[in-house]
T-cell receptor, first 111, second 116 residues
Framework: RKEVEQDPGPFNVPEGATVAFNCTYSNSASQSFFWYRQDCRKEPKLLMSVYSSGNEDGRFTAQLNRASQYISLLIRDSKLSDSATYLCVVNVRYSSYKLIFGSGTRLLVRP | GAVVSQHPSRVICKSGTSVKIECRSLDFQATTMFWYRQFPKQSLMLMATSNEGSKATYEQGVEKDKFLINHASLTLSTLTVTSAHPEDSSFYIC????????????FGPGTRLTVL
C-alpha cells in the first residue's frame, strides 16, 4: 500500500467550476501536510500547507482530518491556469524528516 | 523565497557513461539537500538525503555506488549517475532545506536525463 494515495484523475472541468481532490495517508506519525502543484515537466511548487483547523488561500481551501488520515483540496472558480497535477505531500519523521509524495491528481480546466 | 538551481536542465547520453548533476542553493546556505527521482506518471521518490560534510543517507533500494552524492559545501550538492543505462532515464530533482525553518524544502527545476 502506498503511503500517500490520490485519485490520479484526470478531472476535466469547465472554467468556473468547483473541484475537490482527496488524499489519504497511512503513517500516523505524519507531522505536517501540504499540497503542491506540478506543471508538466517542471518541479513541484508549494501551493499551501494544510492545518487541522482548515485553511484558505484565495480560491483554494485545504482541510485535514487527522483521525481519518485524510486531506482535501477544494478549488473554487477554476481558471484555465489551474490545469496542472496536484500532489498531496506529508512530512514524516523517521530518523529525520522526509517528504512523502502522492502520485498526483491531474486537473484539466477547459474553456 | 529561496532559490535552488540545477544544472544541466537536460542531458542525453549514451549507455555506460556517467552523468553529473549539480544542485545549488543560490541565496541561502542549505544544511540538508535531498535528491528525488520521478518516472513518468509516478510520484517523486526520495533517493537520498545529504548533509554538508557527511555521507549521504540512501533510501532502501537506491544503490549508493551507482548514485554518488557529494555535498562538499552548504550551497552545492552533486549527484553522479555512474554507468548510466536506459532504465536510469528519469526526471531528477533536488531540494534544499534550512534547519529549524519548519523543514521547508525548496526545489530545483529538475534535470531530465535520457540514456540512449
Amino acid at each position: 500500500r502506498k503511503e500517500v494515495e490520490q485519485d490520479p484523475g484526470p478531472f476535466n472541468v469547465p472554467e468556473g467550476a468547483t473541484v475537490a481532490f482527496n488524499c489519504t495517508y497511512s503513517n500516523s506519525a505524519s507531522q505536517s501536510f501540504f499540497w503542491y502543484r506540478q506543471d508538466c515537466r517542471k518541479e513541484p511548487k508549494l501551493l499551501m500547507s494544510v492545518y487541522s483547523s482548515g485553511n484558505e488561500d484565495g480560491r483554494f481551501t485545504a482541510q485535514l482530518n487527522r483521525a481519518s488520515q485524510y486531506i482535501s483540496l477544494l478549488i473554487r472558480d477554476s481558471k484555465l491556469s489551474d490545469s496542472a497535477t496536484y500532489l498531496c505531500v506529508v512530512n514524516v519523521r523517521y530518523s529525520s524528516y522526509k517528504l512523502i509524495f502522492g502520485s498526483g491528481t491531474r486537473l484539466l480546466v477547459r474553456p | 523565497g529561496a532559490v535552488v538551481s540545477q544544472h544541466p536542465s537536460r542531458v542525453i547520453c549514451k549507455s555506460g557513461t556517467s552523468v553529473k548533476i549539480e544542485c545549488r542553493s543560490l541565496d541561502f546556505q542549505a544544511t540538508t539537500m535531498f535528491w528525488y527521482r520521478q518516472f513518468p506518471k509516478q510520484s517523486l521518490m526520495l533517493m537520498a538525503t545529504s548533509n554538508e560534510g557527511s555521507k549521504a543517507t540512501y533510501e532502501q533500494g537506491v544503490e549508493k555506488d551507482k548514485f554518488l552524492i557529494n555535498h562538499a559545501s552548504l550551497t552545492l550538492s552533486t549527484l553522479t549517475v555512474t554507468s548510466a543505462h536506459p532504465e536510469d532515464s528519469s526526471f531528477y530533482i533536488c531540494s534544499a532545506s534550512l534547519a529549524g525553518v519548519n523543514n521547508e524544502q525548496f526545489f530545483g527545476p529538475g534535470t531530465r536525463l535520457t540514456v540512449l
